[in-house]
């Protein structure tokens, strides 16, 4: 698709095909390089603006909108959307931009955290949806995903069901993948563990099958949150690794801010407050650079717990130290020694084995005195204890260590035998597909090559044929009439000026440089200039437009150009009209040609059994088509004529 979407670009048309060719492109690019989708999106906006192409502008100001606001630049994304904003009030006749500028508002004020002011903007864009197509599908998925943020997880729910039966019926996958993470989202918040991370898998297929390198950044996320309430803790930090990379990578702050929080709560549950310290206050720092007040109030109390905590354990060991200081004045040693036992305790509760040991000694030290030498059992215990936790510690380090080395190991193994196996794939199915390609191309092209020869011996043998036999016999004529040789000889003039106009049309057909619909329409134009230019008949063509992508192979452009000049004709020599209208229209797989004049008309039962309209109607039914004439005495002449294309 990408390919394709560059290739019309390439064009420098600028028009709007090569507008829409651009939007395609931002939007492939906005989930797998946000950079290069702005490029792409700006071009837009610049040829947009270039063209007055009111729609263009509006999609172009969208993109530029999400992209700006997950870059951190919310200031340039407000300007954008005061841009579309005015713009949509400036077209509020084309539905499609209000549309657009209420899906951009609502998700630039979800994504701030305003949730009860987005909503507004989505539930007017589904008043505005009158058919179940992806626009809607979007509109109820965004409508989802809003009630979720605001905890309110049945509605969340219906409206996500509603969008995913949408998708599924367009055969959507992204949309699909999209939904079934709101799904899995809505059984997270609901305690439904089990549910959430096989909806999560399934979103995170789609999303690895799509390449939506922005998806799985939020999948990861899910499939982390679920382990976390787990306590599967380890597995939690691996999806948040990944989820932060990939965030990073692609330089989206938002997504790197909410992975920073949740890997801080991963910390927290374990518990290790020291690094939950370092990851909310990196997230904080990004949070308050992009401007997220609701991520950053998250971060701020996640903090404000971690403080407390560590301002009770502050408070713990100062109530401590007084005591001890109070026992030391007052001299009283068993008291002492018993703070000294308390002390070593707390410090071994907390983890900080080098004071609890350093306070353990000076009590057993102090007791010795006072209980004998039964306390340097005691004392030694804790020593080995001491240096047991040490080593467990280095023992534990080494097994980590040897595993993570072994699952790189195995890692190295699997990715190679997959490379090779996909390459080797990729050879053998490519070798087959060019070679089916060469078969099938050198079959079609000598079936088209033995009907071309038929259908050219057989215009030449009727046509132009016929023609040279008029021609001679007239020639006789003229040699042994001498008094009305002049007439004979208009005549051959008129049969060789109608021999070279068949010939020059046998030629144009076969001729491959006129396969597109545009040569066609140039031939018809330049046809009808030579026919009703003299006789001062106005003439338009509309629907041009319609049929950029229809390719017209020899049989059909010849018979499509020799229905179109034979009604042309007739409406030149009989109709008396003075504007003849010239309508193409491209439905579904069928070209449809209407030529209507404004001309006397005629009774349609009288004149249906003459050459020309037989030769029209024979053209057509060769065609696989269907031609129509209506007309009657005072209202002009239409001829309607309908082909199969493919």
Known sequence: MIDSLRQIVALNRHDTLEVKALLGLTNEFLRKDVSQARLYAQQVVRTSSQLNYPYGMCAGYGYMVSMFQSGTQTDSALHYLGQLEKLAKAHAEDFRIPKNYNQTAGLFYKAQGEYQRAMPYFLENLKLATKEDENKAGTLLNIGNTYSQMADYRNAMKYHLQALTIFEKLGNKRGQSFCLHGLATDYYFLKQLSKSEEYLHRSLAMKTDLGDRRGLITT??????????????????????????????????????????????????????????????????????????????????ALMGIDMEEQKKKQTETAYLNNLNTFIVSGDKSGLALEYNRLSEYYALNKDYEKAFEYLKKHEALTDSLEGSAVLVQLRTMEEQFKNDQKEKEIELLKKDQELQKAEISRQRANTTIIVVALISVIVIS????????????????????????????????????????????????????????????????????????????????????????????????????????????????????????????????????????????????????????????????????????????????????????????????????????????????????????
């Open 431 to 646: 070798v087959l597909l060019i070679n089916r390609y060469r078969v099938l191309n050198k079959t079609r092209r000598l079936v088209e090559l033995e009907r071309m020869r038929n259908t050219i011996a057989r215009d030449l043998h009727d046509d132009i044929g016929s023609t040279l036999s008029s021609i001679n016999i007239i020639s006789q004529m003229a040699l042994k009439d001498a008094n009305g040789s002049s007439s004979n000889f208009q005549r051959i003039a008129q049969h060789s000026s109608s021999m070279m106009e068949s010939m020059s049309d046998i030629v144009w057909s076969i001729n491959p440089n006129n396969d597109s619909p545009e040569q066609v329409i140039s031939k018809m134009k330049e046809f009808a200039a030579e026919i009703l230019d003299p006789l001062d008949i106005g003439y338009t063509f509309t629907g041009e437009e319609n049929l950029h992508a229809v390719t017209l192979d020899a049989a059909t452009r010849k018979n499509l150009l020799l229905i179109f000049k034979e009604a042309v004709n007739n409406a030149a020599k009989y109709s008396g009209a003075s504007i003849i209208t010239i309508h193409f229209n491209k439905q579904a797989d069928t070209l449809e040609v209407a030529i209507q004049d404004n001309g006397k008309g005629f009774d349609a039962e009288v004149i249906s059994s003459g050459n020309g309209l037989r030769n029209m109607k024979a053209r057509a039914t060769s065609l696989r088509g269907k031609l129509e004439l209506k007309s009657s005495a005072g209202t002009g002449t239409a001829i309607s004529l309908s082909i199969p294309i493919t």
């Open 220 to 301: 990861w996320q899910g499939l982390g949150n679920v382990a976390k309430d787990r306590n599967q803790f380890e597995t939690a930090h691996q999806y948040y690794l990944k989820s932060l990379a990939m965030a990073r990578e692609m330089k989206l702050a938002g997504d790197e801010i909410i992975t920073l929080h949740q890997m801080g709560m991963n910390y927290m549950r374990k518990p290790d407050p020291a690094e939950a310290r370092k990851v909310f206050s990196d997230g904080l720092a990004r949070a308050r650079q992009f401007g997220d007040s609701t991520l950053s109030t998250r971060l701020k109390s």
